[in-house]
């Protein structure tokens, strides 16, 4: 009879400690930042990061302007490696067609570009919603900019899977 006791206990204490474990380990658990934004986020205010940019992938275009069609090329080949490297290291985190849709925005780019060293040193998840098709969380990001802090706050927008939509930086 002990013995049995002894067994549905430890039975009951395994459950308990998978649902908890489950809770937090799972995309958005607890109530810290998401995998996906947090990881979006560490790639795109992390500098330098010569995969993700450089300065070699931008040309100048314009009225006035006569392009040299090598270096143009050689440009457009640096962005297709990028968005590769881009891919390979955030691409599950984005629903179907979503990574094409942030690299071709200003905001996958806004810090790479700066060309100074940039690191992020805090992520304040401020807002999550959570419905059956969508979700988005509002997340807070302290970042460390050649020396000085400096504050923006990202929003995602997340499908039914917890895989990022869309991000815009907000007002």
Same mark, same amino acid.
């Given at each position: 009879?002990?013995?049995?006791?002894?067994?549905?206990?430890?039975?009951?204490?395994?459950?308990?400690?998978?649902?908890?474990?489950?809770?937090?380990? !799972?995309?958005?658990?607890?109530?810290?930042?998401?995998?996906?934004?947090?990881?979006?986020?560490?790639?795109?205010?992390?500098?330098?990061?010569?995969?993700?940019?450089?300065?070699?992938?931008?040309?100048?275009?314009?009225?006035?302007?006569?392009?040299?069609?090598?270096?143009?090329?050689?440009?457009?080949?640096? =962005?297709?490696?990028? !968005?590769?490297? =881009?891919?390979?290291?955030?691409?599950?985190?984005?629903?179907?067609?979503?990574?094409?849709?942030?690299?071709?925005?200003?905001?996958?780019?806004?810090?790479?570009?700066?060309?100074?060293?940039?690191?992020?040193?805090?992520?304040?998840?401020?807002?999550?919603?959570?419905?059956?098709?969508?979700?988005?969380?509002?997340?807070?990001?302290?970042?460390?900019?050649?020396?000085?802090?400096?504050?923006?706050?990202?929003?995602?927008?997340?499908?039914?899977?917890?895989?990022?939509?869309?991000?815009?930086?907000?007002?």
């Amino acid at each position: 009879m002990k013995k049995k006791s002894l067994l549905i206990l430890a039975a009951l204490v395994l459950v308990v400690a998978a649902g908890v474990g489950f809770y937090f380990l !799972r995309p958005g658990g607890g109530n810290g930042v998401s995998t996906g934004p947090k990881k979006v986020i560490e790639a795109m205010m992390t500098c330098p990061n010569d995969d993700l940019f450089t300065e070699d992938m931008m040309s100048v275009i314009g009225e006035g302007v006569t392009p040299d069609p090598e270096k143009l090329q050689e440009a457009m080949e640096d =962005w297709e490696d990028a !968005r590769e490297e =881009w891919n390979e290291e955030v691409g599950k985190y984005f629903a179907q067609g979503c990574l094409d849709a942030f690299l071709n925005d200003s905001v996958a780019y806004s810090y790479l570009v700066k060309g100074v060293p940039v690191k992020v040193e805090k992520m304040e998840l401020l807002e999550r919603q959570e419905l059956e098709s969508s979700g988005s969380e509002k997340v807070k990001v302290t970042v460390n900019v050649d020396g000085a802090q400096e504050t923006v706050t990202l929003d995602f927008s997340l499908d039914g899977d917890g895989k990022i939509t869309f991000v815009k930086l907000a007002a």
